[in-house]
C-alpha cells in the first residue's frame, strides 16, 4: 500500500499491529479519525495510556483491577469457600454476565500446554496454592471453568491433584449442547461429555 503520506503510513502501520486489524481496515480508521474533531483523536490516546500506566492485577486473583485487590475480591456479598478458575480476565468478564455465579475467582494466565512451551511455572497457581492454603482461606471448592480442550484438562489434572490434598472439593463446569442447539449438530465429544455429566431433571 502506497501512502501519500508518511504521517498517515505510521499510523496505519500502528493500527494493524492489532489483532483482526490489516491495512485496509487500519486506513478506513485513520481516515475516519481525521474526519472527527482534534480531541476526538486526543481522548482515544490519553484513555490507551492511562489504561496501560495505571491498570493493575489483582493481587489475590490476578483479575485485571483498578485497585490492589479488586471489587469481586473485595465484595463481602461474594461467597469466599468457592474459588472459580480460569484462563483469562475475559472468562470472568463472560461468567459474571450470566450472574449465576457469587463466588470468587482465579485467574490463571493461560494453561498448561506443552507444545507452545508453557508449564505450571509460568501460571498463577503457586499464588493459588498460597492462597487456598493460608490460615484464613475459607476456599471448600474450585470450579474448574477450563476449556474442554486437551491443555485444560491437563490444567485441571495437575491443580486438583494438588488441591485435594488439602481436602477441598473440585469440579468442573458442565459442558454440554448450547441452548438452542441441535443435539444432531453437536459433535461427539460434546454429546458424549454431556450424557456423562447430566443434572437432574427438575
Ligand atoms: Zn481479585
Known sequence: MEFSSKLIE???????????IGKKTALRLVLHLLKQDENFTTDI???LIDMRQNIKYCKKCHNISDEEVCNIC?????DNSIICLVEDTRDVLAIENTSQ?????????????PIEGIG????????????????????????????????????AFYISKKVKQLGI??????RGIPIGGELEYADEITLGR??????AYE
Open 45 to 47: 490516546a490519553q484513555s
Open 120 to 155: 505450571p511455572e509460568d501460571l498463577t497457581i503457586d499464588s493459588l496454592m498460597e492462597r487456598v492454603s493460608s490460615a484464613e482461606s475459607e476456599v471448600k471448592e474450585i470450579i474448574f471453568g477450563l476449556s474442554p480442550t486437551m491443555e485444560g484438562d491437563t490444567t
Open 74 to 78: 473485595k465484595s463481602h456479598k461474594r
Open 194 to 199: 454431556s450424557i456423562v455429566s447430566r443434572t
Open 10 to 20: 505510521s499510523a496505519v502501520n500502528e493500527f494493524s499491529k492489532l489483532p483482526g
Open 101 to 113: 455465579y457469587n463466588g470468587l475467582y482465579h485467574v490463571l494466565g493461560g494453561i498448561i500446554s
Open 169 to 174: 472439593k473440585t469440579s468442573t463446569i458442565a
